[in-house]
């Protein structure tokens, strides 16, 4: 009886979930920009004359990828557990409960809606990017698909994570001790070539590193490891998020007693 | 006709308290239910059942004859359910969480009339642009009532309503409430306020420690303590009370005396006659009936006199 798509119930909750964060653009969108330009102003100064990573890649646009993925991994994670463990500390998440509102729907809308500010983010990042550095775009369909599954693996992330989390403080507490140093040991800022071996061996268990790997070799048409693999690592742990997250909901968990 | 909510053998369970000791009741369609019972008893866990908010252990739920757990959006279609708790979205105005609302449930533009009306009906229209936050408490309280009734459910379930409302807010509440109630829907109001509940509900049940105590129309729960109080005022305090009233009388205070009486058995005039023939002149009378909230503490057992 409770088969079908409540297709309108899930575009408003998604819409809404988008409006949300351009209400506060200045924080969700323009603030990322800055740091992701910071880092590259920074660190490609710094590093610009020191280093070079692929053959005829200069640092600085090695660097750009690298600071794309990381912002949209950070974002897209932080968008939609924000919202969820706000909405559960003010008591207004009870209205989408209330509705006919199916799991599926609702892990899809907070997923989507992150996708969206993730490639907002990393547009803007790309934009200001481009006026100081000459970046190829050599895979363009790869490019869009690793920025598409990356926003939406940190979405699902950011519902389990606002889902499982009772207080702000644990969700700083997964931000900062698990999304921030995966992130920052995945290849934003050098290739993994560079590690000794047992650092090299430890980032292949980082799933991120597949995220931003994949995602550079969309620019630069070559990668610390193959796309193939890159593209299936993503697609996996894309997968098992989801799982995880469509079990937590349909459970109930934490959400529905 | 089926019953706008049927409850069948529900349990719950939370950590070691038993919350629901298998619960079982109708409410029939069209009636104004009082669902009453002092904290903890149950109410709110019934009610999050209802909604989908909580899972029964056991039992089944059905609103207008659709089972909360496997037709979960037709029975959530069937009801509009108003939260205890001021609770809001701070991102958005009123008209906005109006439409969000109302597109949860699968309803667009074409709802917005509708809306519009909520808006008037509820005195909300010059506020409609606000922001939530920025609204007293009571404007809120009307916000909560329009967003449950935004898909036009059948059956409203008003959780503590006017838990502090001022008498104002409280009085317009009732008005509105009897109003949704003339309309055709079926109403389930849990109050603490028992006054409330005599002056708006029919039917009521009464939860006491998970497990239903009573469930009637309002006249036979009254009927079911035939009994009022007659206060006397004599005019003096030192007397010799005749012996056909001593078994009637449950206080004597200096010269004022309070009886029982059984609303079929025993007259005020018999009272009043034998106190004449004891020498005593009347100077005040006053009588109390007794209300909802002399039963629900009787059935509560939180009464002295007990059960």
């Known amino acids: 009886m409770n088969a079908g798509f409540n297709a309108r119930g899930f575009y408003t909750l998604f819409a809404k979930e988008v409006r949300r964060f351009l209400k506060v653009t200045v924080q969700t969108v323009l603030t990322p920009m800055v740091t992701a330009l910071l880092y590259l102003l920074v660190f490609g100064q710094a590093l610009e004359a020191h280093v070079e990573v692929y053959a005829g890649v200069s640092y600085s646009a090695f660097l750009v990828p690298g600071l794309m993925m990381m912002s949209i991994i950070q974002n897209t994670f932080a968008n939609s557990s924000s919202s969820i463990i706000q909405s559960k500390m003010t008591g207004n998440l009870v209205f989408v409960l209330l509705a006919p509102i199916s799991s599926l729907e609702f892990f899809a809308a907070f997923v989507l809606a992150a996708v969206v500010r993730g490639l907002l983010v990393a547009l803007a990042v790309y934009a200001v990017a481009i006026l100081f550095v000459d970046l190829p775009l050599a895979h363009p369909w790869a490019i869009a698909v690793f920025a598409v599954i990356g926003s939406a693996t940190l979405g699902a992330l950011g519902v389990i994570a606002g889902i499982w989390a009772d207080k702000y403080d644990q969700l700083a507490g997964f931000q900062n001790f698990f999304i921030l140093p995966l992130s920052f040991l995945s290849g934003v800022f050098y290739s993994i070539h560079a590690l000794p071996g047992v650092w090299q061996q430890i980032?292949?268990?980082?799933?991120?590193?597949?995220?931003?790997?994949?995602?550079?070799?969309?620019?630069?048409?070559?990668?610390?490891?193959?796309?193939?693999?890159?593209?299936?690592?993503?697609?996996?742990?894309?997968?098992?998020?989801t799982g995880l997250g469509l079990y937590l909901l349909l459970k109930g968990y934490k959400i529905r007693r | 006709?089926?019953?706008?909510?049927?409850?069948?053998?529900?349990?719950?369970?939370?950590?070691?308290?038993?919350?629901?000791?298998?619960?079982?009741?109708?409410?029939?369609?069209?009636?104004?239910?009082?669902?009453?019972?002092?904290?903890?008893?149950?109410?709110?866990?019934?009610?999050?059942?209802?909604?989908?908010?909580?899972?029964?252990?056991?039992?089944?739920?059905?609103?207008?004859?659709?089972?909360?757990?496997?037709?979960?959006?037709?029975?959530?279609?069937?009801?509009?359910?108003?939260?205890?708790?001021?609770?809001?979205?701070?991102?958005?105005?009123?008209?906005?969480?109006?439409?969000?609302?109302?597109?949860?449930?699968?309803?667009?533009?074409?709802?917005?009339?509708?809306?519009?009306?909520?808006?008037?009906?509820?005195?909300?229209?010059?506020?409609?642009?606000?922001?939530?936050?920025?609204?007293?408490?009571?404007?809120?309280?009307?916000?909560?009532?329009?967003?449950?009734?935004?898909?036009?459910?059948?059956?409203?379930v008003?959780?503590?309503?006017?838990?502090?409302?001022?008498?104002?807010?409280?009085?317009?509440?009732?008005?509105?409430?009897?109003?949704?109630?003339?309309?055709?829907?079926?109403?389930?109001?849990t109050t603490h306020y028992l006054e409330e509940a005599e002056s708006l509900c029919d039917e009521i049940a009464i939860l006491n420690h998970g497990e239903l105590v009573t469930r009637d129309s309002k006249q036979n729960l009254l009927a079911r303590y035939p009994w009022r109080t007659l206060h006397i005022s004599v005019d003096r305090s030192t007397f010799q009370l005749p012996e056909a009233l001593v078994s009637l009388l449950t206080s004597a205070d200096d010269n004022c005396l309070t009886f029982r009486l059984h609303r079929e058995q025993d007259t005020i005039g018999e009272v009043l006659a034998a106190l004449q023939s004891a020498g005593l002149t009347v100077v005040d009378l006053s009588t109390e009936e007794v209300g909802l909230e002399e039963v629900f503490l009787r059935l509560t057992g939180q009464s002295g006199e007990g059960a």
């Open chain 2, 158 to 189: 008003l959780d503590e309503p006017t838990a502090g409302v001022d008498v104002e807010l409280r009085q317009s509440l009732w008005r509105f409430a009897r109003r949704l109630h003339r309309e055709g829907h079926t109403i389930l109001l």
């Open chain 1, 203 to 241: 980032s292949h268990f980082n799933p991120f590193f597949y995220l931003i790997d994949g995602f550079r070799w969309g620019f630069f048409g070559q990668g610390d490891a193959s796309v193939a693999l890159s593209l299936s690592v993503s697609l996996g742990f894309l997968f098992l998020l």
């Open chain 2, 1 to 156: 006709m089926t019953s706008a909510i049927s409850i069948q053998q529900v349990h719950k369970r939370f950590a070691s308290l038993q919350a629901l000791k298998g619960i079982s009741m109708e409410v029939p369609q069209g009636s104004f239910f009082g669902l009453l019972g002092p904290n903890g008893a149950g109410k709110s866990t019934l009610i999050s059942i209802m909604a989908g908010l909580a899972r029964a252990d056991a039992g089944a739920i059905r609103v207008m004859g659709h089972d909360v757990v496997s037709a979960w959006r037709q029975s959530r279609h069937a009801l509009g359910v108003v939260p205890q708790e001021l609770v809001y979205d701070p991102f958005f105005s009123v008209r906005e969480v109006l439409r969000l609302q109302s597109g949860y449930f699968g309803r667009g533009r074409e709802n917005d009339a509708w809306i519009e009306e909520l808006l008037e009906t509820l005195s909300l229209s010059d506020k409609a642009d606000a922001n939530l936050q920025d609204l007293s408490g009571g404007m809120k309280r009307r916000v909560l009532i329009a967003q449950a009734l935004v898909h036009r459910p059948e059956v409203v």
